[in-house]
């Protein structure tokens, strides 16, 4: 890391953590993903060519710590599409869009938009890595993000998502938290492919990746909600 990346890397993280203090909820972690978390929740992301350019979307990327991955990741005929809630985060970002050497040859392939994700009339996309801090958002946000993302991803295409792990056990939760952890799972389970976890994290994540679902079950979206409901 040279020493303008560090102090870019420093800047952002007292960046974050002020953020944190002001609307911790939104924000939903002290600290930028660390480098093994973006990495994993890249993972599902490949390049495309000139006869097949990938579209990407990510949902939440704060101060651009997976962002910056994903530029290293894609293509060039690849597209990223970002979608961030918090004013100081999105203006950031769009900053270093244009200045940050890692960004700048993404920036022409980039759209930024400012405000939340359920706001948004979404594209479609190859794959889909959200950032968004799920265990502190009411359970019919939870169903309706998931409703969103999963109808903006392609056939075959990957959404990944995290949480933190090592959090309470489901006896300590409050009845918020194991509501949002209900409603995770009930949204997220029958479209896991595989799950892992990324110890060197402050704190330490569990990063989620999830296929598209298949036509058939997006037909029938309300029968598979009643039956996931009755099962939980
Ligand atoms: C846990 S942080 C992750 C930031 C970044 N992806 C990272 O890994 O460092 C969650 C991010 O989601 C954003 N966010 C929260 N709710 C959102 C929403 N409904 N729509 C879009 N962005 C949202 C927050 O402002 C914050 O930037």
């Given at each position: 890391?040279?020493?303008?990346?560090?102090?870019?890397?420093?800047?952002?993280?007292?960046?974050?953590?002020?953020?944190?203090?002001?609307?911790?909820?939104?924000t939903g972690a002290i600290a930028p993903s660390g480098a093994?978390?973006?990495?994993?929740?890249?993972?599902?992301?490949?390049?495309?060519?000139?006869?097949?350019?990938?579209a990407v979307l990510e949902v939440g990327p704060g101060t651009g710590a997976v962002t910056?991955?994903?530029?290293?990741?894609?293509g060039p005929y690849d597209t990223l599409e970002l979608v961030e809630a918090n004013p100081h985060f999105a203006h950031r970002l769009s900053n270093a869009l244009h200045r940050d050497p890692l960004l700048t040859a993404l920036a022409p392939r980039t759209r930024l938009?400012?405000?939340?994700?359920q706001d948004q009339m979404l594209g479609r996309y190859d794959s889909i890595v959200c950032g968004l801090p799920f265990a502190n958002f009411p359970p019919d946000q939870i169903e309706a993000v998931f409703r969103q993302l999963f109808a903006a991803l392609r056939p075959g295409g990957r959404l990944s998502f995290f949480s933190y792990a090592g959090g309470r056990t489901l006896q300590k939760m409050d009845r918020r938290q194991a509501a949002?952890?209900?409603?995770?799972?009930?949204?997220?389970?029958?479209?896991?492919?595989?799950?892992?976890l990324v110890l060197p994290n402050l704190p330490p994540a569990r990063v989620h990746h999830l296929a598209a679902p298949t036509p058939a079950l997006c037909r029938c979206g309300g029968a598979r909600h009643e039956e996931q409901d009755s099962r939980a």
């Open positions: 890391m040279t020493t303008q990346t560090a102090s870019a890397a420093l800047s952002d993280a007292l960046v974050f953590l002020r953020q944190f203090t002001r609307t911790s909820r939104s093994a978390l973006s990495r994993a929740l890249i993972r599902h992301v490949h390049p495309g060519g000139p006869d097949q350019p990938r910056r991955h994903l530029a290293r990741r894609l938009r400012h405000g939340l994700v949002a952890r209900h409603a995770l799972r009930t949204a997220t389970d029958r479209h896991l492919l595989h799950s892992e």
